[in-house]
T-cell receptor, first 109, second 115 residues
Framework: LAKTTQPISMDSYEGQEVNITCSHN???????ITWYQQFPSQGPRFIIQ???TKVTNEVASLFIPADRKSSTLSLPRVSLSDTAVYYC??????????FGTGTRLQVFP | ETGVTQSPTHLIKTRGQQVTLRCSSQ?????VSWYQQALGQGPQFIFQ???????GRGNFPPRFSGLQFPNYSSELNVNALELDDSALYLC??????????????FGPGTRLTVL
């Protein structure tokens, strides 16, 4: 299973765009990239999933370069409620998910 | 909301006791995974059930066991509780999509405290 590396923490201000990059150098051909958001004492919430290029939904965008060895989660115009831990995971099908320590995002007013 | 529910919300037990945690998966999902999340850490995979059979296990001792029922709901049982078992226990359900992807949707968790 591919190992991921992300920054431990990031700070931002309301209204700014936040980009969190994840490294996954040994991603396998069939692996997908998935991001989760987690608030304290709650289950992780699915944000976005992609395989290559760019994926966009109503809450975020996911940018994946051609070599797929990294990915960037982009949160447009963050608000205080986006303060949470963000996890990047790489895997395929029914593979068990390997969570790292995630990126703790703090949004200030 | 994901449609995945867990019970109870909170639980307090003492060392040596046994505990059963329950999970109802999202409608249409046939796979359930359980995770343990200690304070300040990411969730750690315990095991997964697919159509009532164990389909993978993480690095947890045999006193962690599980069941999946015909309606795809699931139980996590922990025997001989230890202080280090205090954690948030998360259940996630999934269904493999036509493109082969498997997105897991998590429940709210059960907070277990072992005294």
């Amino acid at each position: 299973l591919a190992k991921t590396t992300q920054p431990i923490s990031m700070d931002s201000y309301e209204g700014q765009e936040v980009n969190i990059t994840c490294s996954h150098n040994n991603i396998a051909t069939n692996d997908y990239i998935t991001w989760y958001q987690q608030f304290p004492s709650q289950g992780p919430r699915f944000i976005i999933q992609g395989y290559k290029t760019k994926v966009t939904n109503e809450v975020a965008s996911l940018f994946i370069p051609a070599d797929r060895k990294s990915s960037t989660l982009s949160l447009p115009r963050v608000s205080l409620s986006d303060t949470a831990v963000y996890y990047c995971l790489v895997g395929y099908n029914t593979d068990k998910l390997i969570f790292g320590t995630g990126t703790r995002l703090q949004v200030f007013p | 909301e994901t449609g995945v529910t867990q019970s109870p919300t909170h639980l307090i037990k003492t060392r040596g006791q046994q505990v059963t945690l329950r999970c109802s998966s999202q409608s249409g999902h046939n796979t359930v995974s359980w995770y343990q999340q200690a304070l300040g850490q990411g969730p750690q995979f315990i095991f997964q059930y697919y159509r009532e059979e164990e389909n993978g296990r993480g690095n947890f001792p045999p006193r962690f066991s599980g069941l999946q029922f015909p309606n795809y709901s699931s139980e996590l049982n922990v025997n001989a509780l230890e202080l280090d078992d205090s954690a948030l226990y998360l259940c996630a359900s999934s269904l493999v999509g036509q493109d082969g992807t498997d997105t897991q949707y998590f429940g709210p968790g059960t907070r277990l405290t072992v005294l």
